[in-house]
């Protein structure tokens, strides 16, 4: 699947979404699964922060709603390319 990208610190990105109505989700660990929410339509701009630290409060506060990728058994994390490759395939199926 291909969707758009933008790569952007956090605030430009807000800024960028702000201006254009689009809903910014982030990725957290302490949001509903992804795949228990209904998704925006037409489009819904996700945001993920590094691995150790996550999305900065600044970013985070920001959010229309948090997200997180249920785990199984005694995982505590993903690799934030593989949290993000995941999210994204959610959101496309809808």
Do not use: C, K, Y
Not at 6 to 23: K, N
Not at 25 to 54: K, S, Y
């Amino acid at each position: 699947f291909r969707l758009p990208a933008l790569a952007a610190d956090g605030s430009a990105l807000l800024d960028w979404a702000a201006a254009r109505a689009l809903p910014v989700w982030g990725a957290t660990m302490d949001g509903p699964p992804i795949d228990q929410v209904p998704h925006p339509r037409p489009a819904v701009a996700l945001v993920v922060g590094n691995e150790g630290a996550g999305l900065s409060p600044g970013v985070q506060a920001r959010l229309a709603r948090r997200v997180t990728i249920p785990l199984a058994g005694g995982a505590e994390s993903l690799n934030v390319g593989v949290a993000a490759a995941i999210l994204l395939w959610e959101l496309r199926r809808g």
